[in-house]
């Protein structure tokens, strides 16, 4: 699907909503200067992220199968 087609698809899905809630956040995510997410974060996720990535070039990763397995 081409992007113009896309966008037609999208409005009138758009069109179709009665939920204001929804058009609201729609109307809000649409228009919003796209910020960066960052700026969103609270401390705490900021942090959990900065972890997460230490891990990673730390080679402290596993495999989603290993997981997998260990949950099951």
Known sequence: MDIQSSKIELIKAILG???EALINKLRE???SKNEDFWLELTEAE???IDFGIKQIENGQTEDWEDILKRVS
């Open 17 to 19: 909503i009665e939920n």
């Open 46 to 48: 900021k942090e959990e």
């Open 29 to 31: 995510t649409l228009l």
